[in-house]
């Protein structure tokens, strides 16, 4: 039987597809709540550091160490540049803290800050804290008038923080020698187990009669004893406790 021809090849017909590409979608994208901001891990950054040391000497030859950081972070084209100040220099900054409220010198910046702020030296109490002192002035020179505004200092101007009615007793702080409060934490701390410096925070105030106790320092333990000393108006240890 003769050989026979291959059938022919049947050809498929194009049909093109009609279906419109779908459109870009006009919705900005997603992203998660919190990590808008790209992350940089901190100390990790391509940093350039520029530290500068200033330091300070009191009356007990001292320094005290204000240390400036100001760090330049370099992300691709962008500069972002941070400043951190952790101590401020002599008056310090309102609001942040640039004194050591136990410190002599600053006790005595304080007086000098009343009688130019205030025209006057008299108080009722005055708290010693870390980097801030608290002082309670009578509201007016009458002895029979009750009201009285409290203020924080922190090296820079008086800021005023609470008003209220006291019958402490009113005397000078000009009359007090800022000197006889250094020291006065160091008993305190001996006592207290675990407490450091910034834990100790000291009082002063007129005696009722009777006492001799104006100043009063105290600290708590690790768990949470209170320990006291307290000075008379010379700073000479009159009693304390537990």
Known sequence: MPDQPDPPEKWRVYEEDKTPDPEPSSEP???????ATPHVPYGNAQQDHDTVFVTKRTSSAT???????????VLGAVAAGAIAIFAAVGGGVAGIGGIDAKDPDDFADLIDK?????????VQQVGFYTDYI????????????????SYTWRGGDLEEWTRGTSTD??????EIDPDVIDGMCEPVLAKA???????CYVFLRKPSEGSQTWFRASASDDFGRSVWVEYDKSGVEVGGGP
């Open 114 to 122: 009343l009688e130019e702020e205030k025209g006057t030296t008299e």
């Open 134 to 149: 608290i002082v309670y002035v009578p509201f007016s020179d009458d002895p029979t008038d009750d009201r009285q505004i």
């Open 63 to 73: 320094p005290k160490l204000v240390l400036l950081v100001v760090a330049v972070a």
């Open 29 to 35: 994208p997603q992203v998660p709540y919190g990590d």
């Open 193 to 199: 187990d675990g407490a450091v410096p910034d834990d």
């Open 169 to 174: 007793a009113r005397f000078d702080l000009g």
